[in-house]
């Protein structure tokens, strides 16, 4: 009920760099009713992040997403008809509540439903004042609950921005029947407050309080919005469904200026989660002059497919679709919706780099395809990328091809195939059974049924199933031959692996097999094409330096947190730039990322070492909790805050248009969703007892972590593999990320106490 002294700090630490909120580009023509871009209300705040209608909460949207973010408060009564800032009439679920008053539990009927729980009008403001918010949503972290958030009035919301400028408020009036069940009135809350505060929205899915209210609020700068429920469920003064009022909008245009619809009228989703046709809801509306707003846009549950798990694309979906834009969307992540509208919308084809930023393919567009086909690689170069890349394996017959391990199981079927009595142990490569490339002819590789890759199959998020099995696996020379028609490619990437073995082992040299596919494609003597050759085994790069004028790409395949000056002289040596892996850019505990002090990129790049950052993936549970679970967010704050000259992704479209979009090239207007997160903020939010374990100090890449022996000459002849048929488990999990993950799966019910959850880490 105070102001909370939270606002200012948040300011200071989210954010790296001076914060200055402009407000967009004014030019553009929209799609919405008023030809004015949409508005983006955040609803309870950013509840994304913290606990729904909390202080930091409102403050963070405002942070994040600009002052023309709308805030969002469900109103709910106390005792004496005071109105507070609450998601539901029931406290339990977003306070600790229940453990301060623990016998006060009721039964009410709302709406005509039994619901038992801690209802807002059994309590005083007083006996709230020592009840704190808490995250109510169980998948989110509750890791903020500790800083004893208090519940906020309506009236004191505007008291969250005191030196900001005060974004506007959308007042949302849920239950106003059930209230007046309890003689307490709404109506009269409403309009007291609107002497005292300026509310620019109020919706309500109850008619009669619209028309009630509409009465004695000024509707000119009151904006008053029915809100449509589920298509079946009633609305409560007419006994009409929701959906049977959708067909008669200029009813509602009579008490009302504008709908408020669960996004999926306006783009259906099948039950196989793929996006239908949009209706007319926008359009008919805009016809009838109602305004039109979304619901129901977060971050961190699974989109639809189409969206590729960027979260932006999806925003795009609804304001950037050539036929209509809605009018507002709520959100719980409002900075996804402020960037896709003041810096991905009306980009146009033909944009252009507004960042120097290599977007190198992990394995084609292995986001929405399967690894390295020939499908992947064709979308990943229409999607953008500047770079594809190719694993090289070697068939039996020692042929080179692309795939995305030396193992078969992983990105094929051959587990269900007749190929499967081939397994071999050879754990000198991979422990455990496989079904190595080196075991079957090309012709029988060709024959492979592709799978598409499910890195995080813990978290129940599959890519692409209509996909899951297209595609055909590319030799080394098919994949150049596709690369060289590509007008738009900078270059190319082939990863060399296990060549020591192959040479010992199966007689065959990866290196000469390159080079001679290069030769043989016509590649190794033209220079529009990039040619990148990357291994992890500095003796490769050695072998082939001075063989061509390849960009030679050393990975560094440990978590590391600086190089040795000496060291990096010896790569400069043998390569001419470096890969990395994420958390040897921004180190994160538990997801959270930590404000170590982290020299990997300036050093490499102070000896002239471009450094390229893998492996980058759009599924919010791959990103630390800092970058909002939006991809977007993480790749700008990768590129804006340290630096890096290119990522590996698995989804180069959304690393494309990241680059292309228009906030970048605004001069030097610092748009605040442009700005890199804070490395270790986040963490500064969260109270002492309830910090994830410290960081254990990141390693110092060393001399002898990058000196190899020399390659081993190739063999005479190929011994043939051993076979280890007798495997019972064919098939293993596919190979996933590296890094640590941390998420609180979506079905543990409950407040969790921070002690339970540290258990759960
Ligand atoms: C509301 O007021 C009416 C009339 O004063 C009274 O009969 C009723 O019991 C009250 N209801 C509640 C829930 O207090
Ligand atoms: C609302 O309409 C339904 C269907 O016509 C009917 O079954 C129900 O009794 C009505 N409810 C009220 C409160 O009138
Ligand atoms: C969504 O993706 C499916 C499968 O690729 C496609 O059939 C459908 O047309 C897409 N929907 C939209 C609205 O683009
Ligand atoms: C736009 O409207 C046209 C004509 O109604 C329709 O064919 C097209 O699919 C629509 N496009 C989108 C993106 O909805
Ligand atoms: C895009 O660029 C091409 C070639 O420069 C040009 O022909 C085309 O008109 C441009 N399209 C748009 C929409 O600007
Ligand atoms: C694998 O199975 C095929 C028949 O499906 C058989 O012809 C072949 O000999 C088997 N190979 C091994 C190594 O067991
Ligand atoms: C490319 O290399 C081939 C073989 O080494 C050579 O015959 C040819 O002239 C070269 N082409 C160019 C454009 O240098
Ligand atoms: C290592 O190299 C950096 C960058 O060139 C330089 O600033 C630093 O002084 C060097 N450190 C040592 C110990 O030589
Ligand atoms: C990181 O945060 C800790 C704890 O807040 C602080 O003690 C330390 O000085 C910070 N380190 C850096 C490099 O900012
Ligand atoms: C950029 O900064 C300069 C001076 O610092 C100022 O004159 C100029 O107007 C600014 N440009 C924009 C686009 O803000
Ligand atoms: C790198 O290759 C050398 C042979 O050149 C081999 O002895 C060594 O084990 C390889 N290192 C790794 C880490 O695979
Ligand atoms: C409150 O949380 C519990 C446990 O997560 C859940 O079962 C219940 O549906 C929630 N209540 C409401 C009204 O959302």
Same mark, same amino acid.
């Given at each position: 009920?105070?102001?909370?002294?939270?606002?200012?700090?948040?300011?200071?630490?989210?954010?790296?760099?001076?914060?200055?909120?402009?407000?967009?580009?004014?030019?553009?023509?929209?799609?919405?009713?008023?030809?004015?871009?949409?508005?983006?209300?955040?609803?309870?705040?950013?509840?994304?992040?913290?606990?729904?209608?909390?202080?930091?909460?409102?403050?963070?949207?405002?942070?994040?997403?600009?002052?023309?973010?709308?805030?969002?408060?469900?109103?709910?009564?106390?005792?004496?008809?005071?109105?507070?800032?609450?998601?539901?009439?029931?406290?339990?679920?977003?306070?600790?509540?229940?453990?301060?008053?623990?016998?006060?539990?009721?039964?009410?009927?709302?709406?005509?439903?039994?619901?038992?729980?801690?209802?807002?009008?059994?309590?005083?403001?007083?006996?709230?004042?020592?009840?704190?918010?808490?995250?109510?949503?169980?998948?989110?972290?509750?890791?903020?609950?500790?800083?004893?958030?208090?519940?906020?009035?309506?009236?004191?919301?505007?008291?969250?921005?005191?030196?900001?400028?005060?974004?506007?408020?959308?007042?949302?009036?849920?239950?106003?029947?059930?209230?007046?069940?309890?003689?307490?009135?709404?109506?009269?809350?409403?309009?007291?407050?609107?002497?005292?505060?300026?509310?620019?929205?109020?919706?309500?899915?109850?008619?009669?309080?619209?028309?009630?209210?509409?009465?004695?609020?000024?509707?000119?700068?009151?904006?008053?919005?029915?809100?449509?429920?589920?298509?079946?469920?009633?609305?409560?003064?007419?006994?009409?469904?929701?959906?049977?009022?959708?067909?008669?909008?200029?009813?509602?245009?009579?008490?009302?200026?504008?709908?408020?619809?669960?996004?999926?009228?306006?783009?259906?989703?099948?039950?196989?989660?793929?996006?239908?046709?949009?209706?007319?809801?926008?359009?008919?509306?805009?016809?009838?002059?109602?305004?039109?707003?979304?619901?129901?846009?977060?971050?961190?549950?699974?989109?639809?497919?189409?969206?590729?798990?960027?979260?932006?694309?999806?925003?795009?979906?609804?304001?950037?679709?050539?036929?209509?834009?809605?009018?507002?969307?709520?959100?719980?992540?409002?900075?996804?919706?402020?960037?896709?509208?003041?810096?991905?919308?009306?980009?146009?084809?033909?944009?252009?780099?507004?960042?120097?930023?290599?977007?190198?393919?992990?394995?084609?567009?292995?986001?929405?395809?399967?690894?390295?086909?020939?499908? /992947?690689?064709?979308? &990943?170069?229409?999607? #953008?990328?500047? $770079? *594809? +890349?190719?694993?090289?394996?070697?068939?039996? @017959?020692?042929?080179?091809?692309?795939?995305?391990?030396?193992?078969?199981?992983?990105?094929?079927?051959?587990?269900?195939?007749?190929?499967?009595?081939?397994?071999?142990?050879?754990?000198?490569?991979?422990?455990?059974?496989?079904?190595?490339?080196?075991?079957?002819?090309?012709?029988?590789?060709?024959?492979?049924?592709?799978?598409?890759?499910?890195?995080?199959?813990?978290?129940?998020?599959?890519?692409?199933?209509?996909?899951?099995?297209?595609?055909?696996?590319?030799?080394?020379?098919?994949?150049?031959?596709?690369?060289?028609?590509?007008?738009?490619?900078?270059?190319?990437?082939?990863?060399?692996?296990? /060549?020591?073995?192959? &040479?010992?082992?199966? #007689?065959?040299? $990866? *290196? +000469?097999?390159?080079?001679?596919?290069?030769? @043989?494609?016509?590649?190794?003597?033209?220079?529009?094409?990039?040619?990148?050759?990357?291994?992890?085994?500095?003796?490769?790069?050695?072998?082939?330096?001075?063989?061509?004028?390849?960009?030679?790409?050393?990975?560094?395949?440990?978590?590391?947190?600086?190089?040795?000056?000496?060291?990096?002289?010896?790569?400069?040596?043998?390569?001419?730039?470096?890969?990395?892996?994420?958390?040897?850019?921004?180190?994160?505990?538990?997801?959270?990322?930590?404000?170590?002090?982290?020299?990997?990129?300036?050093?490499?790049?102070?000896?002239?070492?471009?450094?390229?950052?893998?492996?980058?993936?759009?599924?919010?549970?791959?990103?630390?909790?800092?970058?909002?679970?939006?991809?977007? $967010?993480?790749?700008?704050?990768?590129?804006?805050?340290?630096?890096?000259?290119?990522?590996?992704?698995?989804?180069?479209?959304?690393?494309?248009?990241?680059?292309?979009?228009?906030?970048?090239?605004?001069?030097?207007?610092?748009?605040?969703?442009?700005?890199?997160?804070?490395?270790?903020?986040?963490?500064?939010?969260?109270?002492?007892?309830?910090?994830?374990?410290?960081?254990?100090?990141?390693?110092?890449?060393?001399?002898?972590?990058?000196?190899?022996?020399?390659?081993?000459?190739?063999?005479?002849?190929?011994?043939?593999?051993?076979?280890?048929?007798?495997?019972?488990?064919?098939?293993?999990?596919?190979?996933?990320?590296?890094?640590?993950?941390?998420?609180?799966?979506?079905?543990?019910?409950?407040?969790?106490?921070?002690?339970?959850?540290?258990?759960?880490?």
């Amino acid at each position: 009920m105070c102001i909370s002294p939270a606002s200012f700090l948040l300011e200071v630490l989210l954010f790296s760099s001076v914060i200055a909120l402009a407000s967009a580009q004014g030019s553009t023509k929209w799609l919405t009713l008023s030809g004015e871009k949409p508005l983006v209300i955040a609803r309870g705040g950013f509840s994304g992040m913290f606990p729904d209608s909390s202080s930091f909460a409102y403050s963070v949207a405002l942070i994040t997403s600009g002052s023309d973010v709308v805030v969002w408060c469900d109103v709910q009564l106390t005792k004496e008809g005071t109105g507070i800032c609450a998601p539901l009439p029931t406290l339990e679920n977003s306070t600790n509540i229940a453990s301060v008053f623990p016998t006060k539990q009721s039964t009410y009927i709302v709406n005509g439903v039994s619901m038992k729980g801690y209802f807002s009008i059994d309590f005083t403001l007083k006996d709230l004042e020592n009840i704190y918010l808490t995250q109510g949503i169980s998948s989110r972290s509750n890791l903020f609950d500790g800083n004893s958030l208090p519940i906020i009035t309506v009236q004191d919301v505007p008291m969250q921005f005191q030196d900001v400028n005060t974004p506007g408020l959308w007042l949302n009036i849920q239950h106003d029947g059930f209230f007046r069940q309890h003689n307490l009135s709404m109506t009269n809350f409403v309009i007291s407050t609107s002497r005292r505060v300026s509310i620019s929205y109020i919706s309500s899915p109850e008619m009669n309080f619209l028309r009630v209210i509409g009465r004695q609020l000024n509707v000119k700068k009151t904006k008053l919005i029915f809100r449509f429920l589920e298509k079946d469920s009633r609305e409560p003064s007419t006994n009409q469904t929701y959906g049977s009022l959708l067909s008669n909008l200029p009813f509602i245009k009579r008490f009302a200026s504008g709908i408020l619809v669960p996004k999926a009228f306006i783009w259906p989703v099948s039950a196989d989660n793929y996006l239908s046709q949009a209706t007319s809801v926008v359009l008919d509306a805009h016809n009838n002059g109602l305004e039109v707003f979304a619901s129901d846009f977060v971050n961190d549950l699974p989109l639809s497919y189409n969206y590729s798990y960027d979260p932006i694309a999806e925003t795009l979906q609804y304001i950037d679709n050539h036929n209509f834009s809605v009018d507002g969307l709520l959100t719980d992540f409002p900075i996804t919706q402020s960037a896709a509208i003041d810096c991905f919308a009306q980009l146009g084809k033909n944009s252009s780099a507004q960042v120097k930023l290599l977007v190198i393919s992990h394995y084609g567009a292995s986001g929405d395809y399967p690894s390295c086909t020939d499908v /992947a690689y064709q979308n &990943a170069i229409q999607d #953008g990328a500047d $770079v *594809i +890349d190719c694993p090289i394996q070697m068939s039996k @017959d020692a042929v080179p091809f692309c795939f995305p391990s030396i193992n078969l199981m992983e990105g094929s079927t051959i587990a269900q195939s007749s190929f499967r009595n081939r397994t071999d142990s050879i754990p000198e490569l991979i422990s455990g059974n496989a079904i190595f490339s080196f075991s079957l002819t090309w012709s029988e590789i060709q024959t492979l049924t592709p799978q598409i890759s499910n890195p995080l199959p813990k978290y129940q998020l599959y890519r692409n199933p209509a996909a899951r099995n297209v595609g055909k696996f590319v030799s080394l020379s098919d994949f150049l031959t596709l690369a060289k028609s590509s007008s738009s490619l900078s270059g190319i990437l082939l990863q060399i692996e296990n /060549a020591a073995y192959l &040479a010992e082992n199966q #007689g065959v040299s $990866v *290196i +000469d097999k390159v080079l001679e596919a290069l030769s @043989d494609t016509g590649i190794s003597n033209q220079t529009t094409l990039k040619v990148m050759i990357q291994s992890t085994n500095s003796s490769v790069l050695k072998k082939i330096k001075g063989g061509g004028n390849y960009e030679l790409v050393y990975e560094v395949d440990e978590t590391i947190g600086d190089a040795a000056n000496s060291t990096v002289e010896d790569i400069k040596g043998f390569a001419h730039s470096v890969v990395v892996s994420k958390s040897s850019v921004l180190p994160v505990t538990a997801l959270y990322l930590t404000n170590t002090t982290i020299k990997t990129v300036s050093k490499l790049q102070a000896f002239n070492l471009p450094v390229y950052v893998q492996l980058f993936r759009n599924e919010f549970v791959s990103q630390a909790w800092d970058f909002f679970s939006d991809a977007t $967010v993480e790749i700008n704050s990768f590129v804006m805050g340290s630096n890096i000259n290119g990522v590996i992704t698995d989804f180069p479209k959304t690393a494309a248009a990241y680059k292309r979009n228009k906030c970048l090239g605004s001069g030097n207007i610092t748009l605040a969703y442009m700005t890199p997160v804070q490395p270790g903020s986040l963490l500064q939010l969260i109270p002492t007892n309830a910090l994830p374990p410290a960081l254990a100090p990141l390693s110092v890449l060393e001399d002898s972590d990058v000196n190899e022996p020399p390659l081993p000459s190739v063999s005479a002849k190929a011994p043939s593999p051993t076979s280890g048929s007798t495997s019972t488990s064919y098939i293993t999990a596919p190979n996933g990320d590296s890094q640590p993950k941390f998420y609180v799966p979506v079905f543990i019910s409950g407040l969790l106490v921070l002690a339970s959850l540290f258990l759960s880490l």
